[in-house]
Structure formats: structure tokens, C-alpha cells
């Protein structure tokens, strides 16, 4: 069964840090793109950052997180971490990891419609 799995997640006062991780089972991640999205209440889901397969480790991230967040993978232990620092209240959602592949291409996709594997998200709370 393929699954993704997200932890991490935690109430945190503003300007912390929290480390996210997304471990897959059923499948291996090393040629999928895997990206971090989130979803504030009331809000559509945006993308935060990717990370592209051994293909070429491409990164993407969104601007209003880029120099805070930093996506990393471990292929060893099948998971993707997101770091991140400098946390805002406006930081706060359910952040979920998605897999898109197997991608071979070198340029890297974030768009959330294409990744066809979802886990079921953990609550990121940025708030003092």
C-alpha cells in the first residue's frame, strides 16, 4: 500500500523553527518529485516547496517562505524533510507532502495538481 505519512507538526511561537518530515512506505521515493503544500482555514491550498527525484534535485519554493524553509530529502531513510525557521502566524496551516512520479526530467514540477500521492497532513500553529 502506498502511503505517505507527515509528522512534525506543532504549535510554535513566531520567529521558531520546526522540522516537517514525510516518509513514504509501499514505494520509493528516490524518483519522485516531493513537494510541501499547505492549507490555511479559509484558503486554497498553495504550494510551499519542492524537491525534484535523483533526476536532477531541483528545488522550488514559493516566495513568501523562500530563505526561511529549506526542503531536503534523505534517500536512505525514504523521507522528505522541510525545515523551518523564522516562523510567522501567517506560516500556520495544515502542511501535506505529496509524490509525483516516477519523473526523470531534470526541471522541477510544484504544481499540486500533478502529484498523484497525498498524506493526510499535520497542523503547523504559529502563534505566541
Known amino acids: 500500500q502506498v502511503r505517505l505519512v507527515e509528522s512534525g507538526g506543532d504549535l510554535v511561537q513566531p520567529g521558531g523553527s520546526l522540522k516537517l518530515s514525510c516518509t513514504a512506505s509501499?514505494?520509493?521515493?528516490?524518483?519522485?518529485?516531493v513537494g510541501w503544500f499547505r492549507q490555511a482555514p479559509g484558503k486554497e491550498r498553495e504550494r510551499v516547496s519542492c524537491i525534484n527525484s535523483r533526476a536532477s534535485g531541483s528545488q522550488y519554493y514559493t516566495d513568501p517562505v523562500r530563505g526561511r524553509f529549506t526542503i531536503s530529502r534523505d534517500y536512505a531513510k525514504n523521507t522528505v524533510y522541510l525545515q523551518m525557521n523564522s516562523l510567522k502566524p501567517e506560516d500556520t496551516a495544515v502542511y501535506y507532502c505529496a509524490a509525483d512520479g516516477p519523473r526523470y526530467r531534470a526541471d522541477i514540477n510544484c504544481l499540486g495538481h500533478d502529484y498523484d500521492h497525498w498524506g493526510l497532513g499535520t497542523q503547523v500553529t504559529v502563534s505566541s
Open positions: 509501499g514505494f520509493t521515493l528516490d524518483y519522485y518529485a
